[in-house]
């Protein structure tokens, strides 16, 4: 069963692919397919993010064989975007793996789900994108603690793509009958412990570690032990 299945690790829309390369190396030495797609996006296309985001991922696995199943995997702000990947895909999906990840609900934009997650917080952040910032902003010195190896924090810094207003605001489609496969929710930090609850309320399986949002980048052997264990 293992060696028909693809995992394709897919990074937040508000970082790069290197979230997910140490995993996918892991996963390559333990004889299983892996890919980790770039999520492309132009703010001057009529498309809205998420449609663009999802069409890539799809065009970069249309050289994977079509009898290889895909296990989608998300980390962080991915998570909304499952639903729509899987809907431009010409092929099944095995299973859904959501790491640190948001949860999507149906016409919500990113900025509804942190409002279900924490209303104050969010309402704070929506003002401050009302007033022309763009999120995230993180410096080599934000993230040292949860990414210690400088090398890897550099090159996460210089993937950071900070989004506006326009991007938090636009609602997510969640296509009728979804999921359609088996899901699994993976948390590291507190950040995400909401939609942990929400997962585990859902009866799927989930799993915890007392970590970092991109501890991929700081132990990805444990985190690859947890992908497959939930596959």
């Not at 296309?45 to 970069?60: H, L, R």
């Not at 991109?214 to 032990?225: A, C, G, I, N, R």
Request: net charge negative; hydrophobic share 45%; charged share 25%.
């Amino acid at each position: 069963m293992r060696s028909k299945l693809t995992y394709v690790l897919i990074h937040s829309p508000l970082v790069g692919p290197l979230t997910w390369e140490l995993v996918r190396k892991e996963l390559e030495q333990r004889g299983l397919d892996a890919v980790c797609p770039t999520l492309l996006d132009d703010p001057r296309s009529d498309q809205p993010f998420w449609k663009q985001q999802a069409e890539s991922v799809a065009k970069s696995l249309l050289s994977i064989p079509a009898e290889r199943r895909l296990v989608l995997v998300a980390h962080s702000g991915a998570g909304p975007l499952l639903p729509a990947i899987r809907q431009v895909l010409d092929r099944p999906v095995a299973a859904y793996d959501f790491v640190d990840a948001g949860l999507p609900r149906n016409n919500l934009s990113r900025l509804d789900l942190m409002k279900l997650e924490d209303p104050h917080w969010a309402a704070e952040f929506q003002q401050t994108l009302m007033q022309g910032e763009r999120f995230p902003t993180w410096s080599e010195a934000d993230l040292r603690e949860i990414i210690p190896d400088e090398t890897l924090r550099q090159r996460l810094v210089a993937e950071i793509q900070p989004r506006a207003l326009a991007f938090f605001s636009e609602p997510i489609p969640v296509f009728a009958g979804w999921p359609d496969a088996r899901c699994a929710y993976i948390q590291f930090s507190a950040a995400y412990a909401w939609d942990f609850e929400q997962a585990r309320l859902a009866g799927w399986p989930v799993y915890e570690l007392d970590a970092g949002h991109f501890h991929m980048l700081v132990d990805p052997q444990s985190v690859t032990k947890l992908l497959v264990e939930a596959v």
